[in-house]
C-alpha cells in the first residue's frame, strides 16, 4: 500500500451478512437448547402435562398429603383419596410411584372411582352393592364391585404403577416399571355412565405414595399408553431396554 492510506480494510457487505448469520444461528441455537432444558425439567417433574395432585376435600380422615399434595400416606388402614384431574373422556394415564410400605400384609389399591359412590374409609372397590369402584391391590389382584380376581405381579416400594382408561370401552391397563401388565378390566357401561370418575388410592397404616406424570389422549389421537398389546413402550416410560408384549 502506498504511504499515508489506511491499511485497515473495511468488510464487504457480503462478509457482514455471513457474521450476522452466524451470530442469528447460535443465538437461535441457545434459544433451543434453553427451550429443550425446560421441557426436560418438566418431563423429569411430572410428565409435561397439567399438574395433577390428590384432593384434600376429597381424603379420608387418616391421610395426610405432602408436597403440592402429590404425595400421600396414612396413618390409618383402608383411608384413601381421590386425585383432583376428572376422567371425562378420551383416554387418561397416570404413575403412582409406591414411596414406602407401612403395613407388611399390604393395603395399597390404586385405581378409580366415582364421586357419586366414594367412601374414603373403605377398601377401593371392596364395596358389593355396584360398581362404583375398581383396583389393583400391591398383591397382584383386582378388585370390583366386591369381586377379587388374579392379575398381575405384586408391587411394593420403589415401584411405579401406571394405569390407563379408555372412558369409550371402559377398558383399564396397567403398567409395573414400564412393563406391560395387559388388560386388566372392562368396566360396566352403567359404572363409566357415572363420570367423571377419579383416580384413586387407598393405603394401609405407614404407605406412602405419589401421583405423577398425568397425561390424556383424546379419541382420534394416536396411541400412547399401554393399551397396545403388541407395542414397544415409549422411551419415556423408563431407560433402559424397551418392553413388548
Known amino acids: 500500500p502506498l504511504l499515508g492510506t489506511d491499511t485497515k480494510q473495511r468488510r464487504s457487505p457480503t462478509s457482514t451478512s455471513r457474521v450476522a448469520t452466524r451470530r442469528n444461528k447460535s443465538h437461535s441455537t441457545s434459544r433451543r437448547q434453553e427451550m429443550m432444558k425446560k421441557l426436560m425439567q418438566v418431563n423429569f417433574a411430572g410428565g409435561g402435562g397439567p399438574s395433577v395432585a390428590w384432593d384434600p376435600a ?7 398429603l405432602v408436597d403440592n399434595d402429590r404425595v400421600a400416606t396414612s396413618r390409618a388402614g383402608n383411608h384413601g383419596v381421590l386425585a383432583t384431574e376428572k376422567l371425562l373422556s ?9 414411596l414406602s410400605i407401612g403395613d407388611v400384609k399390604g393395603k395399597i389399591r390404586i385405581g378409580v372411582a366415582s364421586m357419586q359412590t366414594w367412601n374414603p374409609e373403605r377398601g377401593l372397590g371392596t364395596n358389593r352393592k355396584g360398581p362404583g369402584a375398581w383396583s389393583y391391590h400391591c398383591n397382584g389382584w383386582v378388585t370390583y364391585g366386591g369381586r377379587r380376581k388374579p392379575y398381575g405381579d405384586v408391587y411394593s ?21 414400564r412393563v406391560a401388565l395387559g388388560l386388566a378390566e372392562t368396566l360396566d357401561t352403567d359404572f363409566v355412565r357415572q363420570k367423571p370418575l377419579y383416580p384413586a388410592i387407598t393405603l394401609g397404616k405407614g404407605d406412602r405414595v405419589q401421583i405423577e406424570n398425568w397425561r390424556h389422549r383424546r379419541k382420534g389421537e394416536a396411541r400412547g399408553g399401554p393399551s397396545q398389546r403388541t407395542r414397544t413402550l415409549p422411551r419415556h416410560w423408563g431407560s ?6
Do not use: L
Not at 58 to 64: E, F, L, N, R, W
Not at 157 to 177: A, L, V, Y
Not at 240 to 245: A, L, T, V
Open 58 to 64: 376429597t381424603k379420608g380422615k387418616g391421610v395426610v
Open 90 to 98: 378420551g383416554v387418561y394415564s397416570w404413575d403412582i410411584r409406591v
Open 157 to 177: 416400594e420403589r415401584d411405579i404403577i401406571s394405569i390407563e382408561i379408555d372412558m369409550s370401552t371402559g377398558e383399564i391397563w396397567c403398567s409395573k416399571n
Open 240 to 245: 433402559g431396554r424397551p418392553s413388548r408384549w
